[in-house]
């Protein structure tokens, strides 16, 4: 799949998922690097979300909240 990213703005895009990398001021050492997924996938899209130290991290627990999500669709999801 191709994928462009547009690093002026901090974001990448393909067919299935945006990502979306902020960085905000905040008083917490712990946060600030915000990671964003949006996912396409066969019903409601999926979303998440986590603000951490850095980047890596972040993205790291948004892709564990994903993974949550994919699982809990998946058990809903009838086999024919």
């Known amino acids: 799949r191709d994928v462009a990213c547009d690093w002026s703005s ?3 895009s393909s067919d299935l ?9 905040t008083s ?3 946060t600030g690097m915000i990671a964003e997924i ?3 996938a066969p019903g409601p899209r999926l979303f ?3 603000s951490n130290s850095n ?5 790291a627990e948004v892709a564990e909240q994903l993974k949550t999500q994919l699982e809990k669709r ?3 999801m009838k086999t024919y």
């Open 48 to 50: 998440a979300e986590s």
């Open 55 to 59: 980047f890596e991290h972040a993205v």
């Open 10 to 12: 901090d974001v990448c």
């Open 74 to 76: 998946k058990a809903s």
């Open 28 to 30: 917490e050492p712990d």
């Open 38 to 40: 949006r996912l396409s």
């Open 17 to 25: 998922a945006d990502v979306f990398f902020k960085k905000e001021n």
